[in-house]
């Protein structure tokens, strides 16, 4: 039975610790590097906002490396989860934009490949698409490939379902 208490209660290592203080640091900078559109659909309070915002006025080593742990230690009092997903979302390093952008790769594909099929897929699950303007742009990359030119219309296609991914995502 003091086995269980024991094992609820077992604190951190110090090094645990200063891992994730570390994490939280890195996490205050990454998001100081964030787009303000992005950062007002946060759950951020009011100081940790002023300190992002403050952020680039600190630009010697030792002002940087002090403004890096006050953010870390703002972070502390806030849901992390509810932070990171769209951070991860739009940060190009992560594992989950990649899956993000490979995905949106695999649905311009299929719509050049399968046309209207694909398509009302798509508007399945896209429900703010311009049905009209996607067929266009769709029979442009079609016969863009018949005629081997480049790919103009497949770019502007995959340009356009991203940007429809990202407000749906409320990344835009």
Do not use: C
Not at 63 to 88: N, W
């Amino acid at each position: 039975m003091s086995d269980i208490i024991d094992d609820e209660f077992e604190e951190k290592s110090k090094s645990q610790v200063k891992r994730e203080m570390l994490e939280l640091q890195e996490l205050g900078l990454r998001l100081s590097a964030m787009k303000p559109e992005l950062l007002d659909k946060l759950p951020l309070s009011n100081m940790l906002r002023k300190a992002l915002d403050d952020t680039a006025k600190h630009t010697s080593p030792i002002a940087r490396k002090r403004h890096k742990q006050y953010l870390g230690k703002l972070l502390r009092g806030h849901d992390l989860e509810t932070i990171m997903q769209p951070v991860r979302l739009a940060d190009t390093n992560s594992r989950e934009y990649n899956e993000r952008f490979h995905n949106l790769e695999r649905w311009r594909d299929r719509l050049i490949e399968q046309g209207d099929e694909a398509l009302n897929a798509f508007v399945a699950l896209y429900s703010e698409t311009d049905i009209q303007h996607l067929r266009s742009l769709i029979r442009h990359a079609q016969h863009e490939l018949k005629q081997n030119k480049a790919p103009t219309a497949a770019r502007k296609i995959f340009k356009y379902i991203r940007e429809l991914d990202e407000v749906q995502r409320g990344l835009k």
